[in-house]
């Protein structure tokens, strides 16, 4: 069965795993109660995001009481987050035990790349449950404890590619990594502020196709840090491997810095 054939070259396929949570997540779900003229009690969910900010705590929890470093790498579709990873990987997993959770809408393109890596890999397909463009906590919940047995320091999401939504959606990570590639165009943080406000790095990518290009790099930094004045951004290239140290570095000192804290921090 392909699912098998999935599970034994290291990662699950994901799709089924949502659609009954979707509308019922185990934490608490805040509901106001209101009095309608006609005396009548209604129940309000105030927002979807209240909801799925009480299963991101959990989340939190969760990873914490593993010692678990959380990633959120968002970024537009085909920005290089899978290329990225999987050069990132290959270079860290002898150190750092890792894994992977991978959202799209359909397909297992993602999974398939990353798994060759050697690394545990879920895939999540959200088009069992409406084709959502971003990752829900409940999403990350059920994907997490398919692979929660397995031993690793750092699990990376990369999330479905969307510069909007994502950044909407707390999966309880610890950080959040938004990749822009050069041929995005300089003003994209600018258009889309709200993933680059939320995020703790950028990823300024695919640098070795700049010189055919009429980007401006001076200006897209510009414009992250029009957005995030503070936010460090690195510049690199999956393809050559240029600027990979940096960011690498940055991700591990991220990872040393979550072990130092206590479990209730
Ligand atoms: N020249 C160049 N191409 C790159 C680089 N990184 C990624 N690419 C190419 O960009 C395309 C998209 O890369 P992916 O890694 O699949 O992008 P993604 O963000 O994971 O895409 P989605 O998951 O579909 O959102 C592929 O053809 C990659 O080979 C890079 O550093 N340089
Ligand atoms: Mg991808």
Redesign the pocket.
Known sequence: MFLDILQQRGFRHHDDFHKPHHTHPHGPIPVETKKTGSGREIKIVRRVLDANEAMAEQNRKAFAAKGVFVLNMM??????????LVKTLNRIKNEIKSAVIVG?ICTTN?ADRLSETGVPVVQINTDAFGGDCHLTANAILNAYESISHEEFELLIV?N??NLVCPAEFDIGEDARAV?L?VTEGEDKPLKYPLMFRESDIALL?????LPYLDFDKEKAIESIRTIHPEMPVFE?????GEGLDPWISWLKEKIAEKKEKPVNA
Request: glycine share 12%; proline share 4%.
């Open positions: 970024s537009s579709p085909g920005s290089g987050k899978t290329t990225t799209d993602d990369e479905v590619g990749i590639s990518s695919k640098i070795d196709l690199i290239s999956s393809k050559t």
